[in-house]
C-alpha cells in the first residue's frame, strides 16, 4: 500500500509540473562545454572572435534605428507601430519606458561578452597558448569592437556605466553604486585610452586564420577598422590632426604593396569610366547624358551597385567595413522587414526633408536633382521604399523578391565616403579648406591645377606635411601619375555640379557642406545622427541639430515638430533614457 | 490500511483541479466576450420581437425569408411596425417592387452598429450601397441595436429603407426627355465609324457617354448630373454644331454635339443642391459654373443626385479647354534616331520640374518627330510651343506642320496612303535659355476630328543646327463669333 500512495503521490507531482505550462522542458543537456574547457588554443580565440562579430550582428536594427530614424532622413510609414513612431518624433520624455527599440540591454550582452573574452586572451597569454603577434591582433579587435559599441551608447544615451569587467549578469550594469555612470566626454576620454593602448592598429595581417575565406565571404572587411575608429574618436574629442592622420592612414593602407591599382582606386573615391560605366561613380550612358532613361541604375554597374555587389575589385575599393547578413545563419536580417515594400513590412520610408535636399541639386547634364535620389530609393506610388539595404533582396524595378527565402543582404558601416567626408571635416577644422574643398567637389588634382600649365611637376598636389600631403599629378610630358591622380571628389563623383565657397566664412560653409554630402551619399547608413550630434556639440549649436529634426517632423505635419524643437535645444533632451527593465 | 483508501482519491481529485487550473481554455474566454449571443436562429429572434411584426409579414409575404435559412449570416434592419405601415400605404402592389423593398433592409454577414465618424458602406441584397455612419444606416436611427441570433443579427430603426433609383434607372424612367433619351441611343448607336465589334447586351461596352464620362449603373460609386429642358437642350446643342463639324455630315455632327454637351453635365461626387460647390469640373476638365437659383427640382438616388435646370449655366468658351501635347511623347520619327534621342528633366524658374525631347547629333536633315491628339473642335487654334535650348551656345531653327489624321490615297501613286496637310508654320528660331512660350501663329480646322502634328528640324545634317527641342506644344481653341 505504501508503494501505491508513493505511486499516486508521483502521478500528483507529475501533473502539478505539467500544470504549470512552462518551463517544462527546460533541462540541462548533458554534454556541455564547462566554461573553462572553451579556451585551449588559437582556434577556441578565433572562434570567440567569430562570435563576438555574431552577436555584434544583433545591434545592426537599433543601430540604424537610432542614428536615422531619430535624425532627419528617415521616418516611419503609417504601418510603424507606436515605438518606432516613438522614435521617430524623437521627444526622449515621451518614449515609453518598455519601447524595444530603445532599450540598450543588447548593448551590454555585446560588451560584456568582449570582456569576457578578452580577460581570457589574458589568460591564454599567460598559460602560452597563443603566440605574442596572434594574442595583440585578436585582443586589439576586440578592444575595438567593444570601443564601437560603448561609443554608441555614449552618443545616443549621453551618459553610461562604463564596464570592463566579464560580468555573468548584464543586468548588473545598472549597479550604479559598482559602476557609475560615465559623461560623454569622460567616456570618449577612456575610450581614446584604451584604444591608443592596443598593440595592434592594422588589419589581420594575411597570413592569420582570421583571414581565410568562409563560405566564399572575404574576411577582410569584416572585422572592425581600428585606425578609422580612432579617426572618429579624436574627430568626437576635436583632436582634429590625429583625426586627420588616423583617416590618413586607412586611405593609404593599400597604397604600398605593390600593386598600382590598388594604390589608385582604393579608398581614392575614384573617377568615373564613362565609356565603359564599370565603376562605382554616378553616370549615365556615353554620348546619351542628356537622356534621364540612359541613368546607369544597376546592381552591377554605377553608383547604385556598391551596396548589392559581390566582393569584388570595385567592392573592394570603397568598403571599409561591412557586416553579412545571410539566410543561412542567424541572425537573421532585420532590414527587410523594415524596408521592403515586397517581402518585408515597409515600416520606415525616406523623409520629404530627404527628397527636399536631393531636389535641390543638379546634376552636370542639367538635370534638376541628385541621381543618388533614385539609386537609393524606389517609388510605390506616392511613398518612398528606401532600397539601398535591399538591393540584394529584390529586384530594381519591379521591387519585387528575386527569392523571398533568400534573405541576404548588409549592414553598411563604413565606406570611403565616410572616410574622405571626415577626413576633409578635420582637414577643414585643422585650417586646409582647399584641400577640404578638393575631396568635396572635384578631386584634389583639379583644386590644385593650373589648366594653362602643361608641366605639372610643382601643381596638383598639396606640398603639405603628412597627413595633409597628396599628390594627384596627372601629367603627360613630364609624365607623372601620382597616387591621387584619378581622385574624383565626393561630388565630381556623384555627378552633381561644384560647390561655390563663399572666402569670408569657408570654414563654417565647408562644414556645413560637408555634413549635407553626407546626407546627400549616406542617407539611412546609419551616420547622419553622429554628423549632426558632433557639430551640435563642436559649435556649441543645439539648434544645428534641433533646426534639422524641426524641418522633418514639420514638413510631414507632425503636431509635435514645434514641440520637439524647443525641447531638442536643451542637450539634456538630445540623449535617450538608459534604462530597462529587468527580469525577477 | 483503511485510512490510505480515502487518501488516493483525494490525491486524484488534487490531480484533477490542478489539471483545470493549470491553463485557461480560450474557447470559455471567446463565449464569455460574447454575452448575451442566444442559440435561436435570427429569424425566430425576430418572430418574438414585437417591433418587427409588420416588417416580418412583409417578409414573408415576399418570399425573402427563404433566404434567412440559416446557410448564411445577414443582418435585418427592420423598421418599426409604425414606420412600416405608413410605408405600405404608398408601396406599389407589384411582387418584384416589394421583394426589392425587403432587400433593401437586409446585408450580408453581419455588422454591429456603427457608432463612429468612418462611413461603411454596406451593400443591401437589394444591390444598392448604403452608408452606415454615426449610429445611422442611410439617415435611419436606431431604437435597437446588435441583436444577435445564431445566423445573423438584426436592428430596429425608425425609419423605412424604401430603395431609390440608380442614376441610370433614372434615366431610363425619364427617357421623355432629350437629354436622356440621348444617353440611351448611345446603346445603339456609335458616334464614329469606328469598326468595333460590340455586344449589344452590354451596354457598357457600347455605350459612348457610360464608357467615357461616367459608368452611372454603378451604385458605389456617386454623381452629380444636370438635366436641361427640352428646348434648352436643343438651343445648346444647336449652338455647338459649329464646333462639331465631322465630314460634313449633318446627322453625325448633331450626335456628336449632342454627345459634347451632356458629357459636361456629369461630375463624379455626389451633391445635394445646398452643398453644391460654386464651381465642378467635369471628367474632360471643363469647368461648369453652378447657379443654384436656376436648379428648379432635385431628386436623390441612390448613387448620387439629379438637378433640373431651367436655364443653361455653362457658356460655351468654357468647353473650350487647350489641347497640349507632350514633347516626350512621341508617336513616330521619320527616321530612327533612338541613339540620340534624349527624355531631359529640367527645372522652370517657378521650380517647377518637366520633361522634354531633345534629338541632337542625329545627321538627318528634316528629321521629323510626330505627333497626335484626341479628337479637336472645328475652329481656329492659337499655337504655342516651349522649347528650351539650354545646353547649346547658338540658336537653331524648328518648325511645326498640322496634318489630317485620317490618311488618303496619294494622289501620285493611289496604293499609297498619305496624310495631308492642313497648315505649315515657318521655322522658328529657338533662341537659348528661353522658359517662356512662343507663339507660332493660328489655324483653322475645318473638320472636328484627330490631328498629326509634326515637329521638324533644319533641313541640314550639320550637327547643332539640326537639333530638336521640345517641352509641349500648346493649341488654343478660339470662340467662333458669327
Given at each position: 500500500m505504501k508503494k501505491s500512495f508513493i505511486y499516486s503521490l508521483s502521478v500528483a507531482m507529475i501533473c502539478f509540473a505539467g500544470s504549470s505550462c512552462s518551463k517544462f522542458l527546460d533541462v540541462e543537456?548533458?554534454?556541455?562545454?564547462?566554461?573553462?574547457?572553451?579556451?585551449?588554443?588559437?582556434?577556441?580565440?578565433?572562434?570567440?572572435?567569430?562570435?563576438?562579430?555574431?552577436?555584434?550582428?544583433?545591434?545592426?536594427?537599433?543601430?540604424?534605428?537610432?542614428?536615422?530614424?531619430?535624425?532627419?532622413?528617415?521616418?516611419?510609414?503609417?504601418?510603424?507601430?507606436?515605438?518606432?513612431?516613438?522614435?521617430?518624433?524623437?521627444?526622449?520624455?515621451?518614449?515609453?519606458?518598455?519601447?524595444?527599440?530603445?532599450?540598450?540591454?543588447?548593448?551590454?550582452?555585446?560588451?560584456?561578452?568582449?570582456?569576457?573574452?578578452?580577460?581570457?586572451?589574458?589568460?591564454?597569454?599567460?598559460?602560452?597558448?597563443?603566440?605574442?603577434?596572434?594574442?595583440?591582433?585578436?585582443?586589439?579587435?576586440?578592444?575595438?569592437?567593444?570601443?564601437?559599441?560603448?561609443?554608441?551608447?555614449?552618443?545616443?544615451?549621453?551618459?553610461?556605466?562604463?564596464?570592463?569587467?566579464?560580468?555573468?549578469?548584464?543586468?548588473?550594469?545598472?549597479?550604479?553604486?559598482?559602476?557609475?555612470?560615465?559623461e560623454f566626454e569622460q567616456l570618449l576620454t577612456q575610450l581614446i585610452t584604451d584604444m591608443e593602448a592596443i598593440p595592434y592598429k592594422l588589419l589581420y595581417s594575411s597570413t592569420e586564420s582570421l583571414m581565410y575565406a568562409v563560405d566564399g565571404y572575404i574576411m577582410e572587411r569584416f572585422y572592425i577598422n581600428k585606425q578609422s575608429l580612432l579617426g572618429d574618436l579624436h574627430l568626437w574629442k576635436n583632436d582634429y590632426q590625429k583625426a586627420a592622420e588616423y583617416y590618413k592612414l586607412v586611405m593609404t593602407s593599400y597604397d604600398n604593396l605593390g600593386n598600382d591599382n590598388f594604390r589608385y582606386d582604393r579608398y581614392k573615391v575614384k573617377w568615373a569610366e564613362v565609356a565603359t560605366n564599370n565603376d562605382i561613380a554616378v553616370g549615365y550612358l556615353r554620348y546619351r547624358e542628356q537622356d534621364v532613361r540612359t541613368l546607369i541604375n544597376s546592381k552591377t554597374q554605377g553608383w547604385r551597385s556598391m551596396f548589392s555587389r559581390t566582393q569584388d575589385v570595385l567592392w573592394d575599393t570603397e568598403w571599409v567595413w561591412s557586416l553579412p547578413f545571410s539566410s543561412n545563419f542567424s541572425p537573421q536580417n532585420p532590414f527587410i522587414s523594415l524596408f521592403a515594400a515586397n517581402g518585408g513590412d515597409h515600416l520606415l520610408k525616406p523623409s520629404q526633408e530627404s527628397f527636399d535636399l536631393w531636389n535641390s541639386q543638379t546634376q552636370r547634364n542639367g538635370v534638376p536633382y541628385d541621381a543618388r535620389r533614385d539609386l537609393s530609393v524606389s517609388m510605390i506610388g506616392k511613398e518612398g521604399v528606401v532600397t539601398k539595404y535591399t538591393d540584394e533582396f529584390s529586384d530594381i524595378g519591379t521591387m519585387v523578391p528575386i527569392d523571398k527565402f533568400q534573405r541576404d543582404g548588409k549592414w553598411h558601416l563604413y565606406r570611403a565616403a565616410k572616410l574622405h567626408l571626415r577626413f576633409a571635416e578635420a582637414a577643414n577644422r585643422d585650417g586646409h579648406h582647399k584641400l577640404a574643398v578638393g575631396l568635396l567637389n572635384?578631386?584634389?588634382?583639379?583644386?590644385?591645377?593650373?589648366?594653362?600649365?602643361?608641366?605639372?611637376?610643382?601643381?596638383?598636389?598639396?606640398?603639405?606635411?603628412?597627413?595633409?600631403?597628396?599628390?594627384?599629378?596627372?601629367?603627360?610630358?613630364?609624365?607623372?601619375?601620382?597616387?591621387?591622380?584619378?581622385?574624383?571628389?565626393?561630388?565630381?563623383?556623384?555627378?552633381?555640379?561644384?560647390?561655390?565657397?563663399?572666402?569670408?566664412?569657408?570654414?563654417?560653409?565647408?562644414?556645413?557642406?560637408?555634413?549635407?554630402e553626407a546626407a546627400l551619399e549616406m542617407a539611412f547608413e546609419g551616420s547622419r545622427w553622429e554628423d549632426l550630434l558632433r557639430i551640435a556639440i563642436r559649435r556649441n549649436d543645439p539648434s544645428f541639430l534641433a533646426d534639422k529634426i524641426y524641418e522633418k517632423l514639420s514638413k510631414e505635419g507632425n503636431p509635435q515638430a514645434d514641440a520637439v524643437r524647443s525641447k531638442l535645444m536643451n542637450r539634456e533632451n538630445w540623449y535617450m533614457p538608459f534604462k530597462w527593465n529587468v527580469e525577477e | 490500511m483503511k485510512k490510505h483508501h480515502i487518501v488516493r482519491p483525494v490525491i486524484g481529485l488534487i490531480c484533477i483541479l490542478l489539471l483545470q487550473v493549470g491553463c485557461s481554455d480560450p474557447w470559455d474566454e471567446h463565449a464569455r466576450d460574447n454575452a448575451g449571443l442566444t442559440n435561436e436562429p435570427l429569424l425566430e429572434r425576430l418572430d418574438q420581437e414585437s417591433e418587427a411584426s409588420e416588417f416580418m409579414k412583409l417578409l414573408r409575404a415576399s418570399g425573402v425569408d427563404e433566404i434567412l435559412d440559416g446557410n448564411n449570416a445577414y443582418t435585418v434592419f427592420a423598421p418599426e411596425n409604425s414606420r412600416m405601415q405608413a410605408a405600405l400605404a404608398g408601396l406599389s402592389d407589384d411582387p418584384e417592387t416589394r421583394v426589392n423593398f425587403v432587400k433593401n433592409h437586409i446585408a450580408v454577414s453581419t455588422h454591429r452598429l456603427n457608432a463612429s465618424a468612418d462611413t461603411v458602406r454596406l451593400t443591401m441584397l437589394s444591390g444598392k450601397t448604403l452608408d452606415f455612419v454615426n449610429s445611422?444606416?442611410?439617415?435611419?436611427?436606431?431604437?435597437?441595436?446588435?441583436?444577435?441570433?445564431?445566423?445573423?443579427?438584426?436592428?430596429?430603426?425608425?425609419?423605412?429603407?424604401?430603395?431609390?433609383?440608380?442614376?441610370?434607372?433614372?434615366?431610363?424612367?425619364?427617357?421623355?426627355?432629350?437629354?436622356?433619351?440621348?444617353?440611351?441611343?448611345?446603346?445603339?448607336?456609335?458616334?464614329?465609324?469606328?469598326?468595333?465589334?460590340?455586344?449589344?447586351?452590354?451596354?457598357?461596352?457600347?455605350?459612348?457617354?457610360?464608357?467615357?464620362?461616367?459608368?452611372?449603373?454603378?451604385?458605389?460609386?456617386?454623381?452629380?448630373?444636370?438635366?436641361?429642358?427640352?428646348?434648352d437642350f436643343t438651343a445648346e446643342v444647336e449652338q455647338f454644331l459649329p464646333y462639331v463639324n465631322y465630314r460634313n455630315h449633318a446627322d453625325s455632327s448633331y450626335a456628336i454635339g449632342q454627345y459634347e454637351i451632356v458629357k459636361d453635365m456629369l461630375f463624379k461626387q455626389a451633391y445635394s443642391r445646398d452643398n453644391l460647390p460654386a464651381m465642378l469640373l467635369s471628367t474632360s476638365n471643363v469647368s461648369f459654373p453652378v447657379d443654384k437659383s436656376a436648379i428648379s427640382q432635385s431628386v436623390r438616388l441612390s448613387n448620387g443626385w439629379v438637378h433640373v435646370l431651367d436655364r443653361s449655366t455653362l457658356p460655351v468658351v468654357n468647353k473650350l479647354i487647350d489641347t497640349y501635347v507632350q514633347g516626350e511623347e512621341p508617336w513616330g520619327f521619320s527616321e530612327s534616331v533612338s541613339d540620340r534621342t534624349f527624355h531631359r528633366?529640367?527645372?522652370?524658374?517657378?521650380?517647377?520640374?518637366?520633361?522634354?525631347?531633345?534629338?541632337?547629333?542625329?545627321?538627318?536633315?528634316?528629321?521629323?518627330?510626330?505627333?497626335?491628339?484626341?479628337?479637336?473642335?472645328?475652329?481656329?487654334?492659337?499655337?504655342?510651343?516651349?522649347a528650351l535650348n539650354d545646353i547649346q551656345t547658338n540658336v537653331f531653327q524648328q518648325q511645326v506642320g498640322i496634318f489630317e489624321f485620317d490618311t488618303r490615297p496619294s494622289e501620285e501613286d493611289p496604293d499609297v496612303e498619305v496624310r495631308k496637310s492642313i497648315y505649315e508654320f515657318p521655322y522658328t528660331n529657338v533662341e537659348r535659355n528661353n522658359y517662356n512660350e512662343v507663339y507660332l501663329g493660328e489655324f483653322n480646322l475645318a473638320d472636328y476630328n484627330r490631328i498629326v502634328p509634326v515637329l521638324r528640324s533644319a533641313a541640314t545634317t550639320a550637327d547643332g543646327n539640326n537639333t530638336l527641342v521640345l517641352d509641349y506644344l500648346r493649341f488654343v481653341p478660339k470662340l467662333k463669333t458669327n
Open positions: 543537456p548533458d554534454e556541455v562545454l564547462v566554461k573553462e574547457q572553451m579556451y585551449r588554443n588559437i582556434y577556441d580565440a578565433d572562434a570567440a572572435v567569430i562570435g563576438v562579430y555574431g552577436k555584434l550582428l544583433s545591434l545592426a536594427e537599433q543601430h540604424v534605428l537610432w542614428n536615422e530614424l531619430r535624425a532627419d532622413l528617415l521616418t516611419v510609414t503609417n504601418r510603424a507601430n507606436p515605438y518606432l513612431q516613438e522614435i521617430n518624433t524623437n521627444d526622449v520624455d515621451a518614449i515609453s519606458s518598455d519601447n524595444p527599440y530603445v532599450n540598450p540591454r543588447k548593448f551590454y550582452e555585446v560588451i560584456l561578452n568582449c570582456n569576457d573574452v578578452l580577460a581570457n586572451f589574458e589568460v591564454m597569454r599567460k598559460e602560452n597558448k597563443f603566440t605574442p603577434e596572434e594574442y595583440n591582433q585578436r585582443y586589439s579587435d576586440i578592444m575595438a569592437v567593444r570601443s564601437w559599441v560603448y561609443l554608441q551608447l555614449g552618443i545616443h544615451f549621453g551618459r553610461v556605466p562604463y564596464v570592463t569587467d566579464p560580468l555573468e549578469d548584464t543586468d548588473a550594469v545598472l549597479d550604479n553604486n559598482k559602476y557609475p555612470l560615465l572635384n578631386g584634389i588634382g583639379r583644386v590644385y591645377d593650373d589648366p594653362n600649365q602643361t608641366d605639372k611637376t610643382d601643381i596638383q598636389q598639396t606640398h603639405l606635411p603628412f597627413p595633409y600631403d597628396f599628390d594627384a599629378r596627372n601629367g603627360s610630358n613630364p609624365f607623372y601619375r601620382g597616387t591621387w591622380h584619378r581622385n574624383d571628389g565626393l561630388r565630381g563623383r556623384a555627378y552633381v555640379t561644384f560647390r561655390d565657397i563663399n572666402p569670408t566664412d569657408s570654414l563654417t560653409q565647408i562644414e556645413n557642406y560637408l555634413i549635407e | 445611422e444606416i442611410d439617415g435611419a436611427a436606431f431604437s435597437k441595436s446588435n441583436q444577435a441570433g445564431t445566423d445573423g443579427m438584426y436592428h430596429i430603426i425608425t425609419d423605412v429603407l424604401t430603395p431609390r433609383q440608380s442614376l441610370w434607372e433614372y434615366m431610363n424612367a425619364h427617357s421623355d426627355e432629350r437629354q436622356n433619351a440621348f444617353i440611351l441611343s448611345l446603346n445603339e448607336y456609335n458616334l464614329y465609324d469606328t469598326a468595333a465589334v460590340e455586344d449589344p447586351e452590354d451596354y457598357y461596352l457600347n455605350n459612348e457617354f457610360l464608357r467615357e464620362v461616367g459608368d452611372v449603373r454603378d451604385e458605389n460609386q456617386h454623381f452629380t448630373y444636370f438635366i436641361l429642358k427640352n428646348e528633366v529640367r527645372k522652370d524658374p517657378f521650380g517647377e520640374f518637366f520633361t522634354d525631347i531633345m534629338v541632337q547629333n542625329h545627321k538627318v536633315s528634316s528629321l521629323q518627330i510626330i505627333y497626335r491628339t484626341s479628337r479637336m473642335y472645328s475652329t481656329t487654334y492659337d499655337v504655342y510651343w516651349r
